[in-house]
């Protein structure tokens, strides 16, 4: 199967940052076979798509997210305590394999529609979303939570080391979906679990780490009584800060020990928005960048970053940078851009398969329309993108050279289904709300 896109601007993302003004994309199955700038290629096509000047970008990736928890979106919003009100009860009580499947659908919708193409994700119950990001289309590094807080698909570690086993099991031979193991912070683990994490990615190298760090001064109170220690450190004297493990937050953290985790080869999932909205502050996303490290872009679970847009992630990126930094230089447009492609790509070790356009990679590509008012003129494409486009200028994506959206229609996912199923939830979960807070909150066995 060959598929010529023509007529394009294209933003490649690769090491020159190369651009086309009048484009052309030949995919050939999975793969991206040729590119250029000015008169296509002559040579016999099963499809040719004329994109009329729109711009066609690498996909988008998402370097951290909980996807079921779409299904929490604007719950308890403003609401200081939610987390222990409202979402701990609602998770432990309501959150089954079926669930995790409504809201992941649900997920795996927004993002293709938003042009993301690849994401990480940790929850429960992940095979499940491992599942429905392979039927999606998608690429995914789908992560098992694993908690000592009761959560609601294991009872014990050894417990959730087993969803580990069959995560890493059923998705081994999947070229688009990478197991992953969640622990989901060093203040629900402890460090002899951080340690058998270790331990259990040394004997299976194909697993990658995800997990929660240096995030809030709750959890640097809590290493701080216990340990006598900051996060970075008590999470590196466990050897869990190996290469390739993706760190998401890093807020708190000092020059040693960014250095710290540039020499592990770790890598960081910036969460802007939700960083903001919870007040936490400002991650040092520059000096990390510069000592090496690759940083993502993400989204965060609903829950806490109410939207999987990754164009609604890049402005903060940039506008946050530039208020730490006093001026309007750190971070520019083209960096976020690389953060939510190419980087956010390396972020999810995928960097050789996906997140720029060049040949031999796999044809994961976006079409973004320009023809929206708040997009004229453009001076600067990357800027475009960064401060005026959103998800809805979306109009087709490919993933792995198959189409997965169209004209702004999902093709690989039954929308009406996914949002009916989504509203009937959203409706149980109404009702507890109210049950809840009928009975003056935090109730046990709501
Ligand atoms: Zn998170």
Excluded at 45 to 71: F, R, S
Excluded at 230 to 248: C, F, W, Y
Excluded at 418 to 442: E, H, M, P, Y
Aim: with cysteine.
């Amino acid at each position: 199967m060959r598929t010529l896109l023509k007529n394009a601007r294209i933003v490649t993302m690769n090491r020159d940052f190369d651009e086309f003004s009048a484009g052309w994309i030949l995919v050939e199955d999975q793969f991206i076979v040729a590119l250029g700038d000015g008169p296509d290629p002559e040579m016999a096509v099963d499809e040719t798509v004329d994109v009329n000047g729109d711009l066609v970008m690498p996909g988008m990736v998402n370097t951290h997210c909980h996807m079921p928890m779409t299904l929490f979106r604007g719950l308890g919003e403003d609401v200081d305590d939610r987390l222990f009100r409202y979402i701990l009860p609602l998770e432990r009580e309501a959150v089954t394999p079926d669930l995790v499947r409504i809201g992941a659908r649900l997920a795996a919708l927004e993002m293709i529609l938003g042009g993301v193409t690849a994401t990480a994700d940790m929850y429960y119950f992940e095979q499940e979303v491992g599942r429905v990001l392979d039927r999606a289309g998608m690429r995914g590094v789908v992560g098992q939570t694993l908690a000592d807080f009761n959560p609601p698909d294991h009872n014990s570690f050894d417990a959730g080391f087993g969803l580990v086993d069959d995560l890493r099991d059923e998705f081994r031979d999947n070229d688009r979906i990478t197991a992953s193991i969640a622990p989901h912070a060093p203040y629900s683990t402890g460090p002899e679990i951080m340690e058998r994490v270790a331990g259990y990615v040394a004997d299976n190298p194909d697993v990658c780490i995800q997990m929660h760090l240096a995030e809030m001064k709750s959890e640097m109170d809590w290493c701080s009584k216990h340990y006598k220690c900051r996060p970075v450190e008590l999470a590196d004297r466990t050897g869990i800060l190996s290469p390739g493990a993706i760190m998401a937050h890093c807020l708190e953290v000092t020059p040693g020990e960014i250095s710290t985790l540039a020499e592990r080869g770790i890598t960081v999932a910036h969460n802007a928005r939700s960083n903001a909205k919870a007040g936490r502050g400002i991650a040092p996303v520059e000096a990390m960048r510069q000592s090496g490290i690759a940083v993502g872009l993400a989204s965060d679970g609903a829950m806490s970053g109410n939207t999987l847009d990754i164009f609604a992630q890049m402005a903060p990126a940039s506008m946050f940078a530039k208020l730490l930094g006093g001026s309007r230089k750190p971070m520019p447009a083209r960096e976020i851009v690389k953060m939510a492609t190419i980087e956010g790509a390396r972020v999810l070790g995928l960097n050789n398969k996906t997140g720029s356009l060049e040949v031999g990679k796999y044809a994961d590509l976006v079409r973004v329309s320009l023809a929206a008012p708040r997009m004229m003129p453009i001076y600067d494409i990357y800027a475009a993108l960064v401060f005026t486009a959103n998800a809805t200028d979306v109009q087709d994506v490919m993933i792995d050279g198959e189409w997965v959206v169209r004209k702004g229609e999902a093709l690989s996912l039954e929308t009406a289904r996914v949002l009916r199923d989504a509203a009937q939830i959203a409706d149980t979960f109404s009702l507890k709300i109210r049950l809840i807070d009928a009975k003056g909150g935090n109730v046990p066995g709501v």
